[in-house]
């Protein structure tokens, strides 16, 4: 049974920090690239960033240079960052696992449940 947990979101204010992790387990970690969305409420899911088996890192324009991706595949775990966050910042952050093709995509194989971030202003 393939599961992917997150964990890390909560109530921040206008230039907080969250680090949000995703535990996954049932599937081989190191071969997965992992990827972080986010839906706010009324809005499609849109991709923040993913990491792939081998280490490369894709961030979406709004993001960067305020979140940051990171893997621990002894853990099987990855971990996204959130620094200087703003209030269009808030929504539902889930993690996913993907074995073949396009980080940038959001045809994921597996997903996690969800954990909510707020960022009030």
């Known amino acids: 049974q393939v599961q992917l947990v997150e964990s890390g979101g909560g109530l921040v204010e206008t230039g907080g920090s969250l680090r949000l992790s995703c535990a996954a387990s049932?599937?081989?970690?190191?071969?997965?690239?992992m990827g972080w969305f986010r839906q706010a409420p009324g809005k499609e899911r849109e991709i923040v960033g993913a990491v792939t088996e081998g280490g490369s890192i894709y961030y979406v324009d709004s993001v960067k240079g305020r979140f940051t991706i990171s893997r621990d595949n002894a853990k099987n775990t990855v971990y996204l960052q959130m620094n200087s966050l703003k209030p269009e910042d808030t929504a539902v952050y889930y993690c996913a696992a993907k074995y073949r093709g396009s980080i940038r995509r959001s045809d994921y194989d597996y997903w996690g449940q969800g954990t909510q971030v707020t960022v009030s202003s």
């Open positions: 049932g599937l081989t970690f190191s071969r997965y690239a």
